[in-house]
């Protein structure tokens, strides 16, 4: 079920001339707005107050907040602001002002905070999408700008790093257009591209390049960018018509696509490890599933399961300075080299490769390697040797324990992304939704608890709350539970999910029947 | 698992239906009954079958779509396509979740209070999952491929109503721009939807706004509101337990089930259909008697045939069947080859559309023949059905697919399909025997029959290798394979199927048993006793992943049946086979 968090919509006109249903607004960083009845600001948060309950926000996680609610009366605590009270003063951001001042500089702000969410909410369409443009690049985007504006620098400095490490160098005057898209929804119904499909790089005329942004796991939206942008970059990299095998496509995608990257130094890091990739491929090995090499060198086209196989063997040949200028020159020639045998590639017949024995004999010439077999045993230990070490990377293994009906082992890796304070709030709902399956409830309260500060307006996030508070069963609890699902319920009214166990009395609650 | 792909150049597919010549008269208004309202589409638009032709559409069971209209006159598009513009009624009665669930509550209810007082009409509860109030919604939640242009706020007619253009600019080989009206009528959100490719949208753009403004309700009481819930029949199916009941208490069982599920259809007949009753099936027909009379001969023949080439391959309960018959119809043009199996348990519908087909291109009957199979092998061993090897089962459906009755008696030849991939793979095969790059497009049989599904179809050869299976199985089935010095062959080969799948699942289920033994001794577990047992449970699960138990019957069928073959017993089999097949290319 798809959920749809309610954003309504406010416009300036109908705030000032009809009483709107919420009056007070947020916006978070990552673009969302909601409209709530209250909030109520404090010093490092603003609590959201609805009929069932109140959420605290913490500030950080918010681009802006409104309150059409007036600042009220102020109650003076002593005799000199009793005397500054009775002149017609109020206190307001830290000075003595006549109250008309106060209430005029409020609504002065509101009006532009209004405006501000409306011009948000305009953009937020794809129609009104907006449009940017950096050296190599154009954009089309519907994220927030601030948000935009880090991604577009990235692109730059990945398009620099590479460009230097591999001589690619873009035509002049052919940008590559970028269109980012605020959520996985959008991406997947305006770019038309099919579920299961996080990003993609359409590599004949025009060139365009897709992806969404990841709230809840901004490591995705990097990965994919750096995935996707790969194959743009080896692209160019590559003489015209001419296709990689499939395994240095992917593989190298994927290795990019580890990279980090710090938004404050704008520097990315190479080499790191695709976690999620690992779990599934060490699993693979376990059950005595290994990938032959000779196989893997000569497809055109991988599943997803060789798509790890093939990270892991790029990774080992880029991470060792022995092999690194190698499997470069290797790349390089298969890119470049007119003389080396070719025939129609066949994933696309516009396009021709090296045919694979040549690229094989090629291989196994450029790194000296006399048996194949012996070469392949020893990609096989280099595997082994690599250890899941992010606590994003305990958080697919726990994922992945869970699709495999492992719920116990999916706890420990759960429990070890938690230690290591995940930021991804999905760690947080799927824990606490396994403990109270699990009958803990009251472990799942306090993971839940954590989850909500990084994710305060997730309806599941609240609804799960309430089902670990209900599972412990002591009337108080149950109460209090009931109390966090009815917020849940509000938070969006139309989701019948969220609805699913409520009794009749809580029915009846919202209905007023 | 996440899934990157690099490629997505996916060529959208514009409607492309080769047109009918539709009449060019002025258009009658259409009028839904049942709902409740009236709208005149623009000339050359008739009634179409349901379902949106657009790519990325989700398909299946639709409660908000009324009606479909085709504009039979195609637009030539720069892409080539013919494409066809569509017009889509829809409608979103007003309601809450709460409503609904309310509804769900009573629906629960009214179930429990009527399985206490024993058999009788239950409530079934019509509506679930995500409530959907309006077409944004709508869209959004359903196709794929566009955004929303800008919307403009107008009265059409009585109503208020938003226009809103649908925009299809990526992965499309032709752009199209649709436009949805969505009236704001008492009760709900009324939509008329007009696809159109982005070449045609503007000219097209005065008929869509004359059906927005024809659009009349003509219900007392406005349209119709479907209710949540409905009362209908508790049909119990009876249990039948092969470990505790006699063959003659489950052939009584079965027999009554027959009975009753055949007089049920029998008093719902729609009008105009009549019926009569052969062996195994009850036939319910709408087309002339004598082509129902043929197809239940068909499907009779088939069985006959089926019980003397396969017998002994399991001993399974028949079920009654129904065989319904309909007539052609050009507006169900796009279920014209459904011939489906519906319902589980004792009574099983097969369902045939009366298809017109060119000589030789596919056989009148092919989608019966091959439900008929289905079911039949279903019937007689299911477990040995589902896990017969891929060469095996996708083989003996592309074979039986081309059953054929002439003079009297059934023939399998090769279609049109298989023969022209036949004749591509031979013509692939020896291009490939010069330079000996990538792999062979037709398989050697010594091969083929130990691949798995994974190998059978991966890579450009799978056609061939699909064409290259059915052929081999003609040629076991009903070729020189089935009889002189490879007679044995196949009848050998389901023999040790028989066995292995019969090993295999019994395996299986006595470590399920083992897994409830361990999650009920959990309690006397520590943790870590606990947690070494889920990951000795899952080592278990993971070999016996589908994969690898089709890997497992695969190899050891194999072994078993072709374990002493020499190097040249298998020449000598594949040169016979391709013989043969060599033969029916012409």
């Known amino acids: 079920m798809t959920r749809c968090l309610r954003v309504a919509l406010v416009s300036f006109a109908a705030m000032c001339s009809l009483p709107a249903a919420f009056a007070d607004s947020v916006l978070f960083r990552d673009g969302r707005y909601f409209e709530v009845p209250r909030i109520e600001e404090a010093e490092k948060t603003i609590t959201a107050h609805f009929k069932h309950g109140a959420i605290a926000i913490d500030k950080t996680l918010l681009q802006d907040w409104f309150a059409m609610t007036a600042a009220g009366e102020f109650e003076p605590r002593n005799d000199d602001e009793k005397a500054k009270v009775e002149k017609g003063l109020v206190p307001f951001d830290g000075k003595w002002m006549p109250k008309a001042q106060r209430d005029q500089t409020i609504a002065k702000r509101n009006k532009e905070r209004i405006e501000a969410f409306e011009t948000h909410k305009q953009h937020s369409e794809w129609r009104s999408r907006y449009k940017g443009e950096t050296p190599h690049f154009t954009f089309e985007y519907t994220v927030p700008p601030a948000i935009a504006k880090g991604y577009m620098d990235l692109f730059e400095v990945y398009y620099d790093v590479f460009s230097k490490e591999w001589g690619a160098k873009q035509p002049s005057g052919k940008k590559l257009p970028i269109c980012f898209y605020a959520n996985m929804d959008d991406f997947q119904r305006i770019s038309g591209a099919g ?48 296709q990689l095998p499939a395994w240095i496509e992917e593989g190298m995608a994927e290795y990019y696509g580890a990279s980090e990257w710090d938004p404050k130094s704008k520097k990315m890091s190479l080499g790191k490890l695709q976690e999620g990739r690992l779990i599934n491929l060490v699993d693979a090995m376990d059950g005595g599933d290994n990938q032959d090499l000779r196989d893997l060198l ?65 291989f196994q010439k450029t790194f000296g390697i006399k048996d194949l077999e012996a070469f392949e045993a020893e990609w096989y230990a280099y595997i082994r040797k690599l250890e899941v070490q992010s606590d994003r990377g305990f958080h697919d293994a726990a994922m992945f324990c869970l699709r495999w009906d492992r719920p116990l082992r999916a706890a420990k890796y759960f429990e070890k992304a938690v230690e290591m304070y995940s930021k991804n709030p999905s760690t947080y709902l799927e824990y606490g939704q396994l403990l109270v399956r699990q009958d803990k409830p009251m472990e799942a ?47 969006d009214p139309n989701d019948l999910g969220l609805i699913s166990d409520f009794d009749e009395e809580m029915l009846a609650k919202i209905t007023g029947s | 698992m996440r899934n990157h792909l690099r490629n997505r150049w996916i060529a959208a597919t514009c409607v492309a239906v080769v047109g009918l010549t539709g009449s060019l ?234 009975e009753k599920a055949f007089k049920k259809a029998l008093d719902s007949m729609e009008k105009g259909w009549k019926s ?165 497009p037709m398989k050697e049989l010594r091969d083929l029959l130990k691949m798995a599904s994974k190998e059978l179809w991966q890579g450009d050869s799978w056609t061939y290798t699909s064409a290259q299976c059915a052929s081999v199985c003609r040629y076991l089935v ?37 897994r409830k033994k361990l999650s009920a001794a959990q309690d006397s577990m520590s943790d870590e006793e606990k947690l070494a047992a889920e990951d000795e449970a899952y080592k278990k699960k993971r070999k016996d992943a589908l994969d690898n138990v089709e890997k497992e019957i695969l190899d050891k069928a194999y072994a078993l049946t072709f374990g002493d073959w020499t190097d040249a017993d298998w020449r000598a089999f594949h040169n016979s086979w391709e013989q043969y097949a060599a033969g029916r290319t012409k």
């Not at chain 2, 045609?200 to 869509?208: C, G, S, T």
């Not at chain 2, 119990?236 to 063959?247: A, L, N, V």
């Open chain 1, 195 to 242: 579920g299961g499909v996080l990003g993609y790089f359409r590599f004949v005329e025009p060139l365009e390049l897709n992806f969404f942004y990841e709230r809840r796991d901004e490591r995705l939206t990097l990965d994919v960018l750096f995935h996707e942008t790969n194959h743009y970059l080896f692209h160019l990299f590559s003489k015209e018509g001419v």
């Open chain 1, 298 to 362: 000569d497809e055109p086209r991988i599943d997803a399961l060789q798509y790890a196989w093939s990270w892991t063997l790029c990774h080992m040949l880029m991470e060792n300075k022995a092999t690194r200028a190698k499997f470069k020159e290797y790349v390089g020639k298969l890119a470049k080299d007119t003389k080396l045998p070719k025939e129609t590639w066949p994933g696309n017949s516009n396009f021709t490769w090296v045919k694979p024995d040549a690229a094989i004999d090629l």
């Open chain 1, 445 to 491: 309260v306090r993971i839940l608890e954590l989850g909500l500060k990084l994710d305060p307006m997730d309806p599941y996030m609240v609804r799960e709350l309430g089902r670990a508070h209900r599972a412990q069963e002591t009337e108080d609890k149950v109460t209090r539970g009931k109390q966090y699902q009815l917020l849940a319920w509000e938070l």
């Open chain 2, 25 to 258: 008269r002025a258009q009658d208004a259409f009028t839904n009954e049942a709902v409740g309202y009236k709208v005149r589409p623009p000339d050359g638009y008739k009634k179409a079958p349901g379902g949106f032709s657009s790519f990325g559409f989700s398909f299946g069971a639709d409660r908000y779509l009324l009606d479909t209209f085709e504009n039979t006159r195609g637009i030539a598009t720069k892409s080539g396509w013919d494409y066809k513009p569509r017009m889509y009624t829809l409608w979103f009665p007003a309601r809450s979740a709460v409503e609904i669930k309310k509804a769900e509550l009573e629906a629960e209810k009214a179930a429990k209070e009527s399985a206490k007082e024993g058999d009788g009409p239950a409530v079934s509860f019509l509506v679930g999952g995500r409530v959907i109030q309006s077409f944004e919604e709508y869209a959004k939640d359903r196709i794929t491929g566009f955004y929303f242009g800008d919307e403009k706020k107008q009265t059409i007619g009585e109503f208020p109503a938003t226009l809103r253009p649908m925009i299809f600019e990526k992965l499309q080989n032709e752009p199209q721009r649709w436009l949805a009206c969505s009236l704001n009528v008492p009760g709900g959100e009324f939509t008329i939807l007009f696809s159109a490719p982005e070449s045609h949208a503007d000219k097209l753009r005065a008929d869509f706004m004359n059906a927005f403004k024809s659009f009349k309700i003509v219900r007392d009481g406005g349209l119709l509101i479907p209710p949540l819930t409905e009362k209908i029949d508790v049909e119990k199916t009876p249990e039948i337990d092969r470990d505790t009941m006699s063959t003659d208490q489950i052939k009584q069982i079965l027999a009554a089930e027959r």
């Open chain 2, 276 to 440: 009569f009753e052969t062996e195994h099936f009850l036939v319910l027909y709408e087309t002339e008697q004598k082509y129902a009379k043929q197809a239940a001969q068909h499907a009779e023949d088939l069985r006959a045939w089926l019980e003397t080439k396969f017998a002994g391959i399991g001993d399974g309960f028949e079920q009654s069947q129904i065989l319904k018959v309909y007539k052609y119809d050009s507006s169900n043009s796009s279920n014209i080859s459904i011939t489906f199996r519906t319902g589980s348990g004792p009574t099983v519908q097969v369902i045939h559309f009366r298809q017109p087909v060119s000589k030789g291109h596919e056989a009148e009957f092919s989608n019966l023949n091959t439900s008929v199979m289905s079911n039949w092998f279903s019937q007689k061993n299911e477990e040995l059905y589902q896990r017969m090897p891929r060469w095996l089962g996708s083989g003996l459906d592309g074979f039986i697919d081309d059953a054929e009755k002439t003079g009297g008696k059934l023939r399998f030849e090769a279609d049109e399909w298989e023969r022209d991939r036949m004749i591509d793979g031979f013509n692939a095969q020896k291009k490939w025997e010069k330079d000996k790059v990538g792999e062979p």
């Open chain 2, 478 to 514: 009903e070729g020189p394979g089935s009889r002189g010095k490879y007679a044995a062959v196949l009848r050998n080969y389901i023999t040790h199927l028989y066995t292995l799948v019969d090993e295999v699942e019994k395996r299986l289920k006595a470590e399920e048993e083992e």
